[in-house]
């Protein structure tokens, strides 16, 4: 961490996203409604499965986890994006600046690693239903877990090796609402090319991986659902393909940023929103708001929590 000490530059100042009024409360609005919607969706579902007995298997014991990391997700970039909105002087100190992109990398490989190991929880419920809960035990769901915090933590340890000791002595001028690679190296003194074939290589590498080995996986799965199946095809592959399109969001974003880093267009811009902010709200619609059992899981907890209040009132009232 030495290097960040000998920088000459102590703060990044972010441009924004827009300088129209009426784009930044369209955004304002649109990511504030967005961002609390994460927040409780996410923090209900993890709530949920962790409170009702019913809901402690392999399949929601991964979705808990997904919600708990999209809690993170959402918490990284979305308040300082929603609170500069307004702000003349968009600014970030430098260690905060770093903290963020390592925090950005740690949870991201999280959740690919996570993704995965819920792809892998499909096939093997669809494909080899009799010998589900002897594959998905709880050795092997904690080891899903393990693996993913650690990968996660490797990924973002290695990219954070790259650039604590870079020099910054001058531009200090991020065309973004956020810290991460691409445009933070480019403001360094040095030459960074074979930094940046670095970053491509670790970032890139590993989204573009995960992205292909889970489309690769859900497509073997919807050909076996749809090739053995006919009654119970419908819903299978609804859900399925429900599935892919968070894939889709989730990895269309970063997979651009990192694969093409120097092509900065407007659309760069805008694309991170849906990772920050939008991905994390769609995780619990499209993975457990349409789950029956989730709902009817959801609906007995909120009795129990109304059945607190009332009792509560009761003894205030009593006291009274």
């Known amino acids: ?14 441009l924004g996203l827009t ?23 996410n923090s209900l579902i993890v709530f949920t499965v962790a409170s009702d007995p019913h809901l402690h298997s392999p399949m929601y014991f991964l979705l808990a986890n997904l919600s708990f990391i ?16 307004f702000r003349k002087h968009k600014v970030i100190s430098f260690r ?12 991201g490989g999280v959740e690919m690693v996570l993704l995965i190991a819920m792809a892998f929880d499909r096939y093997v419920a669809i494909c080899k239903p009799l010998h589900y809960l002897i594959i998905m035990s709880p050795r092997m769901c904690i080891l899903f877990i393990v693996a993913s915090w650690v990968v996660g933590f490797m990924h973002s340890l290695v990219q954070l090796a790259f650039v604590v000791n870079l020099p910054f002595c001058g531009p200090n001028v991020l065309d973004s609402f956020y810290c991460d690679f691409p445009r933070f190296i480019k403001l360094a003194c040095i030459d960074t090319y074979r930094l940046k074939l670095l970053v491509l290589v670790n970032s890139g590498f590993m989204s573009v991986g995960s992205f292909f080995i889970l489309i690769i996986s859900y497509v073997v799965i919807i050909f076996i659902v749809h090739k053995h199946s006919s009654s119970g095809s419908s819903k299978a592959l609804s859900t399925l393909s429900a599935h892919v399109m968070v894939v889709v969001l989730f990895f269309g974003p970063v997979m651009f940023i990192y694969t093409w880093p120097s092509s900065f267009t407007h659309l760069d811009k805008f694309l991170p929103i849906f990772d920050a902010i939008v991905t ?8 457990t708001f349409r789950n029956q059992e989730m709902k009817m899981a959801m ?16 003894l205030h009232s009593d006291q009274s």
């Open 1 to 14: 961490m030495e290097g960040m000490n000998q920088s000459m530059v102590s703060e990044f100042v972010f």
């Open 19 to 41: 300088n129209s009024w009426d784009i930044q409360l369209f955004l304002f609005v649109f990511s504030s409604m967005f961002y609390v919607a994460s927040m409780t969706g």
């Open 70 to 85: 999209d809690l993170g997700v959402s918490s990284v970039i979305a308040p300082k994006m929603i609170y500069d909105l």
């Open 96 to 107: 905060g600046c770093v903290t963020q992109i390592f925090f950005i990398h740690f949870i």
């Open 280 to 287: 994390p709200f769609l995780n619990p619609v499209i993975y």
């Open 299 to 314: 609906m007995r907890v909120l009795r129990q929590i109304m059945g607190y209040r009332q009792i509560i009132k009761h």
